[in-house]
C-alpha cells in the first residue's frame, strides 16, 4: 500500500548550516503527488512544496525539492538554516483519495 | 492562508464524556478530512468526506466516534465517550482542484482528564 516514510524524527543543527530531511514514499500510482508540509506551533500546518514532475526542482521560501521516482525520494533541502525555520516537516503523498503523511521530522535551529 | 475554520480551539473533557467538534471546510473545497495529531506529532487518518458521503474511515472512527458533513452547515467530529488516550489535536483539513493539496484549520485540542 501507500506509505510515507520520514526517518529522522529530530534533527537539530547550527544556524547557517545546511538542512536536509529525508523523505521516501511507496507508491502504486504513477502521477502521485509529494508534499512537503511545515507546522510551526500554535498555528495550522501549511503546505510548503509540492511535486508530481520526475526530477523537477520545486523551491519556495528557500526551501527546494526534488521528485526523484526513480528512488522515490523527495528529500526537503535548505542551504541555510534559520532560527524561524524551526518547526514539524511532514512529507506526504496523495493518491486514492487520501493523503498519506510521514511521522514528521522536528527540526530544532540553535543560535 | 487557509480558511478552513475549527471551533472550539480548545476542549477538556472527562472520560466517558461526549467531545464534539466542527469544522467549516474552505468554500468550494468538497473533500474534508479529519486528522489526529497525537503526543508523537504523527498525523493519523480518521475519515474523510466527499460532498456530505464518507469516503474512507478507520475502524475506531466507526466504533466510537460520529462524524458527519450536512450541506450548508458545519462537519463535526464527536467522540461518543471520551477516553484517556483520545487527548490530541484534531485537525480538519479540505481539498479542492486535482493536485491533493490540503488547507489545514488550526486544530481543536482535547484533554480527556
Known amino acids: 500500500g501507500d506509505s510515507v516514510t520520514q526517518k529522522e524524527g529530530l534533527v537539530t543543527l547550527t544556524e547557517g548550516l545546511p538542512v536536509m530531511l529525508n523523505c521516501t514514499y511507496q507508491?502504486?500510482?504513477?502521477?502521485?503527488?509529494l508534499f512537503w508540509y511545515v507546522h510551526y506551533l500554535n498555528e495550522s500546518p501549511r503546505l510548503l512544496l509540492k511535486?508530481?514532475?520526475?526530477?523537477k526542482r520545486t523551491e519556495h521560501q528557500g526551501f527546494h525539492a526534488t521528485l526523484h521516482k526513480s528512488s522515490s525520494s523527495f528529500h526537503l533541502q535548505k542551504s541555510s538554516a534559520q532560527l524561524s525555520d524551526s518547526a514539524l516537516y511532514y512529507c506526504?503523498?496523495?493518491?486514492?483519495?487520501?493523503?498519506?503523511f510521514g511521522d514528521g521530522t522536528q527540526l530544532v535551529v540553535k543560535p | 492562508n487557509s480558511k478552513v475554520i475549527q471551533t472550539p480551539r480548545y476542549l477538556v473533557k472527562g472520560q466517558g464524556q461526549k467531545a464534539k467538534m466542527r469544522c467549516i471546510p474552505e468554500?468550494?473545497?468538497?473533500?474534508v478530512f479529519w486528522y489526529q495529531q497525537n503526543k508523537n506529532n504523527e498525523f493519523k487518518f480518521l475519515i474523510n468526506?466527499?460532498?456530505?458521503?464518507?469516503?474512507?474511515q478507520i475502524d475506531m472512527t466507526e466504533k466510537r466516534f460520529s462524524a458527519e458533513c450536512p450541506s450548508n452547515s458545519p462537519c463535526s467530529l464527536e467522540i461518543q465517550s471520551s477516553e484517556a488516550g483520545d487527548s490530541a489535536l484534531y485537525l480538519c483539513?479540505?481539498?479542492?482542484?486535482?493536485?491533493?493539496?490540503?488547507?489545514f484549520g488550526e486544530g481543536s485540542k482535547l484533554t480527556v482528564l
Open positions: 483539513a479540505s481539498r479542492g482542484g486535482n493536485t491533493g493539496q490540503l488547507y
Open positions: 507508491t502504486i500510482y504513477s502521477n502521485a503527488f
Open positions: 511535486s508530481s514532475t520526475d526530477n
Open positions: 506526504a503523498l496523495s493518491g486514492n483519495n487520501r493523503i498519506f
Open positions: 468554500k468550494g473545497h468538497p473533500v
Open positions: 468526506f466527499q460532498n456530505q458521503e464518507v469516503l474512507q
